[in-house]
């Protein structure tokens, strides 16, 4: 089968760094995705990682270990703007979706 | 119209009815995906269309039925509407099938309920 684990809820304050991390279960696997669903919106893509390592993206960040089967979104300097539901997905030739996390940032 | 839109917005439906979302795009994107979003449960494909004239199976194909005419619509179906169904359904477009290499662009979506 198949399945991607996240953290259901994160919080943290403003100006912080936050890291919300996405282990998979996969039977092929491509690259690991991120994207930004605000409440009521639509979900956006964020980032994608095919290999090892960590990309960069101004404020956001993601990293993937494809020996360790696991991946994560950094987020530095958070913002009020920055609370949102953040959804890691396998790559399979389709995106499988995880569940979401929902970030919470406080003033 | 810009990217892809969605119609309706909203729709209570009741329980036995037909129904069809509408979803356009007007990126000339090659692949197109249909998804639910239950709460706890994430995102799930439901049918998806690599190109026009073809497409395929999802996670959650039962129950539904989609077409692709042409590049720009792809509209999903619901025969005969159960209150499982209840769900917010996304569109989305990708410039190509090879993947998430392919960044996926999400229409606002439709919220259906089925009493």
């Known amino acids: 089968g198949q399945s991607l684990e996240q953290p259901s809820e994160v919080t943290a304050v403003e100006g912080a760094i936050v890291q919300i991390n996405c282990t998979y279960q996969?039977?092929?696997?491509?690259?690991l995705s991120w994207y930004q669903q605000h409440d009521g919106g639509a979900p956006t893509f964020l980032s994608y990682?095919?290999?090892?390592g960590l990309e960069e993206t101004g404020r956001f960040s993601s990293f993937l270990s494809r020996s360790d089967s696991y991946g994560y979104l950094l987020l530095q300097e958070l913002q009020m703007k920055d609370s949102a539901s953040y959804f890691c997905a396998v790559d399979t030739d389709k995106l499988i979706f995880g569940t979401g996390t929902r970030l919470q940032v406080f003033p | 119209i810009a990217g892809i839109t969605q119609a309706p917005t909203s729709q209570i439906l009741a329980a036995g009815r037909r129904m069809t979302l509408r979803c356009t795009q007007d990126?000339?994107?090659?692949?197109m995906y249909w998804y639910r979003q239950d709460l706890g449960l994430g995102l799930r494909l439901i049918h998806y269309?690599?190109?026009?004239?073809?497409?395929g199976k999802g996670e959650v194909p039962d129950g539904y039925s989609v077409s692709r005419a042409n590049t720009d619509d792809f509209p999903l179906t619901l025969a005969s509407a159960v209150p499982s169904q209840t769900s917010v359904y996304f569109c989305?477009?990708?410039?190509?099938?090879?993947?998430?290499?392919?960044?996926?662009?999400f229409g606002p979506g439709t919220r259906l309920t089925v009493l």
């Open positions: 989305a477009s990708s410039d190509t099938s090879g993947g998430a290499a392919d960044t996926q662009y």
């Open positions: 996969t039977s092929g696997f491509y690259g």
């Open positions: 269309s690599n190109t026009a004239g073809t497409t």
């Open positions: 990682n095919a290999l090892d």
């Open positions: 990126m000339r994107h090659n692949a």
